[in-house]
């Protein structure tokens, strides 16, 4: 292996990066929404780009493969020096809807550079979530071109955004060809622009549809009102039972914990929550403890009437879609239960109440301690110029992260990403802010470098 220096391992991102920004675009050009069966195809397309871009970095084998009936992913391998460790890099293929159009200032499938408040960006769905993390890793790679310092294994999925419902049938078949000493899942983000991060703790899931029926049919309310109940009275008790006044989730029995001891300014809560100037934060403790390691429950849709066109009759059923995220050292299990138990005893007035769980998703907890999180931290320092990562919580789920500890106990897991605050993921307008990608490339880079010595 010939040794490359800092500076040629920068020389030499520089020189890659109008090329690797290229590919970024021919992939964010396939509409690859996983949760759209008409563009199912198109899933199978981007798995195909995907596939090409590594058989012409001479990766030794890759493969499209899929389970259970799910998304197609890709798994490639490239072998280094004997004796190297081997790394798994982790991205997804796949990407969130669009939506609608008219909310995006660019087409959302054709990459933009535009200007935004905190730099230059490239706009379009899946300019950042994931096809980012694909193009990170495919440029660190570049830099060493035949002469790797480790052994790499790609493993990029295609169902991410609809939940991988199929990665436990995947890792279980493709045990072997994932096993890696280091995996690294570049899927989260950084702390702020100009401020890396390793994520290490996310949040989990339970979702439920909980529906409240107090009639077997609507009533004149004029006739009933004041006797009998209507179920969007009853599902308003129920909702307003799940916290307290100052906003805390007041269902018992759900875990709490301390988070990382890092400001987050008002001002910038306000910038990037898109809160109103005069709401006020629900909760207590510290910020990123309610981000991060507290409990949160959301109303996330309901069905009722609407009020254009509604009759004057009591509503005989309602339903709410309850989001709960739970903090890391809690299970689906146990908190899914609590939250079954609190809703059945506040339900009011004796009304029928029925409950659907429609997903769930463990939190995680990484203890980020060991040789390779110091090469991860050096790795970053180094990139940012110094400036030393934040271990970083994330509110937000991403449920495979544990099916990854639970595969492989004996690797450190790493959880990066190319996400800043205002990236605005899933939403309108996504954007990849160019110079941290830059960085993000830079840093991986040297992770792989600092890993092989």
Known sequence: MSAKTSDDIRSAVNDLLPGIRQDLEDLVRIESVSADPERAAEVQRSAEAVAELFRAENFASVDIVSADGGAPAVIAHKPGPAGAPTVLLYAHHDVQPENDHADWDSAPFEPTERDSPSGRRLFARGAADDKAGIAAHLGALRVYGDDLPVSVTMFIEGEEEVGSESLPALLKEHQEALRADVIVIADSGNWDIGVPA????????????????????????????????????????????????????????????????????????????????????????????????????????????????????????????????????????????????????????????????????EATQIDATGPAYDAARAAFAEAWDGTEPVDMGVGGSIPFIAEFLEAFPEASVLVTGVEDPDTRAHGANEGLHLGEFEKVVLAEAFLLRNLGS
């Open 198 to 361: 390793l994520t290490t703790s996310l949040r989990g899931l339970v979702r439920i549809d909980v529906e409240v029926r107090t009639l077997t049919h609507a009533v004149h309310s004029g006739m009933w009102g004041g006797l009998v109940p209507d179920a969007l009275m009853a599902l308003s008790r129920l909702i307003a039972s799940l916290h307290d006044d100052a906003g805390n989730v007041a269902v018992e029995g759900l875990h709490s914990g301390p988070a990382a001891d890092v400001e987050y300014p008002e001002e910038r809560l306000r910038a990037e929550s898109g809160a109103h100037p005069d709401v006020q934060w629900i909760g207590s403790d510290s910020v990123v403890e309610r981000l991060w390691t507290k409990p949160s429950l959301s109303i996330t849709g309901l069905d009722a009437p609407k009020v254009q066109g509604a009759s004057n009759t009591l509503v005989p059923a309602a339903r709410a879609r309850l989001s709960m995220r739970i903090a890391p050292g809690d299970t689906t299990a146990s908190a899914e239960a609590a939250l079954r138990r609190h809703l059945e005893q506040h339900v009011p007035w004796g009304a029928q109440l029925t409950m659907v769980t429609s997903d769930t998703g």
